[in-house]
């Protein structure tokens, strides 16, 4: 009986999971007898593009608010330190080097800052 029992609670499991991945969508086929199946569409996995740029620009805005605080010359020495270190630390100075959006959020930010 139990054996049955068990059985019985995989196929509820397996029905109750395909029922729910069918909420995303499903498809129907119809193989060559004639018998009509609904296969659930798959899930469009991938990381949104608007979550990259957002995720960018905090980073950009960051680096502009750091820049306005310590001001160029405070600020070309930490990148300096950085960059004779380690390799992420290397990195780190990569990234973090002042180009010309830099610049102009940190005279925009600068007013706030101080």
Do not use: C
């Amino acid at each position: 009986m139990s054996g049955t029992a068990g059985r019985f609670d995989k196929r509820i499991n397996r029905v109750a999971a395909r029922h729910s991945a069918m909420r995303n969508g499903y498809s129907y086929r119809v193989d060559k007898s004639g018998l009509i199946s609904i296969k659930p569409k798959r899930q469009k996995v991938g990381f949104p593009i608007g979550m990259f740029f957002a995720i960018l620009g905090i980073g950009l805005l960051f680096k502009a608010v750091v820049f306005a605080n310590y001001g160029p010359e405070k600020y070309a020495s930490k990148i300096e330190l950085l960059k004779s270190g380690t390799v992420i630390e290397q990195g780190s100075a990569w990234l973090l080097e002042p180009g010309p959006p830099t610049y102009v959020l940190a005279s925009i930010v600068g007013g706030f800052v101080r």
